[in-house]
């Protein structure tokens, strides 16, 4: 059973920075993708960034150069640094993993970010 629990969301201003983390527990008989998504109201959800099981990493035009996503050595908490947020950061953000799937087969909870 894959229990994601991400954390370290909150109110900033534009310009700040926070760093979001996602602690995952479950099998370790694979080797997962880890992403982030965020979703803002009234608005479709939005891939953000994704780590391969390979650790290649990629990410959204809208956050390349501000967001930088990593894992832990263990592989058991994945981050997202976000540095100068700006309004249109706001949103719910949620960490997601798959395992030898096209879709994302587990979800987070999600943490709220606001940028105001």
């Known amino acids: 059973h894959v229990q994601l629990v991400e954390s370290g969301g909150g109110l900033v201003q534009p310009g700040g920075s926070l760093r979001l983390s996602c602690a995952f527990s479950?099998?370790?008989?694979?080797?997962?993708?880890m992403s982030w998504f965020r979703q803002a109201p009234e608005k479709e959800r939005e891939l953000v960034a994704t780590?391969?099981?390979?650790?290649?990493?990629s990410y959204a035009d809208s956050v390349k150069g501000r967001f930088t996503i990593a894992q832990n050595d263990a592989k058991r908490t994945l981050y997202l640094q976000m540095n100068s947020l700006n309004f249109e950061d706001t949103a719910i953000y949620y960490c997601?993993?798959?395992?030898?799937?096209?879709?994302?087969?587990?979800w987070g909870q999600g943490t709220q970010v606001t940028v105001s």
């Open positions: 997601a993993a798959r395992c030898a799937s096209v879709v994302y087969n587990y």
């Open positions: 479950g099998s370790s008989y694979c080797t997962y993708d």
């Open positions: 780590i391969n099981n390979r650790g290649t990493t």
